[in-house]
Every structure is written in structure tokens, then in C-alpha cells.
């Protein structure tokens, strides 16, 4: 089973810029794909960004195309989250995820099957 480990989170004015990390533990680590999600406080779990490992293809939420981009750094078995020019509304506990088997949709959260303990990111106005 991985073991996904989030960090990076934390308080930011409007305008800022975090960038999360999401460790993976394992022996080996060659999921289908990697995703970030987040969840705002009383609304359901959103998709934010997702790639495929194997192959070159990256997805992101609309409301985050633009301004976040997913990456990954395989010697450190780490995936990233930069997250630029963030608004108040990107205020949520932020998960990084892996889908260890396909094909599935990277966009729903039933895909995936590690699921990291979250990270906070809050943006103040």
C-alpha cells in the first residue's frame, strides 16, 4: 500500500503563492495517475489538478487553469502542487491522491485508492 504524505500548506495573502508536496512511501511507486484535491469547510471534495504517470497528460479544475501547475519529481518519488496568484476562494485542505490502477477518470475521487492526511492552505483578503 503507498503511503502519500502532504506538506507545504499554510497561510497566505491574496495574491501569494504556496507549493504543496506530496511524498510517497513504497517500495516502488508507478500509480496510473496522481491527483491534488481539495475540500473547502461544509462543501463537497473538488477536483483541483491530475497526471497520468506513464504518459504525458496533465488535467486541471477550471477554476484553478492557469494559475496552479502539477508536477513531479521522481528521484524524490514527490509530487507538487504550485499554486500562484491564489484567491480567498482557494481557501481548503488540500489532498494529494493515487489512482494505483487504470484506465479511470482522473477528475473523480472514487478513482483513487491512497489518499493523504491533508494539508491546510488559507487565503486571507
Known amino acids: 500500500q503507498v503511503q502519500l504524505v502532504e506538506s507545504g500548506g499554510g497561510l497566505v495573502q491574496a495574491g501569494g503563492s504556496l507549493r504543496l508536496s506530496c511524498a510517497a512511501s513504497?517500495?516502488?511507486?508507478?500509480?496510473?495517475?496522481v491527483g491534488w484535491f481539495r475540500q473547502a469547510l461544509g462543501k463537497e471534495r473538488e477536483f483541483v489538478a491530475s497526471f497520468r504517470w506513464n504518459v504525458q497528460y496533465t488535467a486541471y479544475g477550471d477554476s484553478v487553469k492557469g494559475r496552479f501547475t502539477i508536477s513531479r519529481d521522481n528521484a524524490k518519488n514527490t509530487v507538487y502542487l504550485q499554486m500562484n496568484s491564489l484567491k480567498p476562494e482557494d481557501t481548503a485542505v488540500y489532498y494529494c491522491?493515487?489512482?494505483?490502477?487504470?484506465?479511470?477518470?482522473?477528475?473523480?475521487?472514487?478513482?483513487?485508492?491512497?489518499w493523504g492526511q491533508g494539508t491546510q492552505v488559507t487565503v486571507s483578503s
Open positions: 491522491a493515487a489512482a494505483l490502477r487504470g484506465p479511470t477518470p482522473v477528475f473523480t475521487t472514487w478513482s483513487y485508492d491512497s
Open positions: 513504497g517500495r516502488t511507486f508507478s500509480p496510473y495517475a
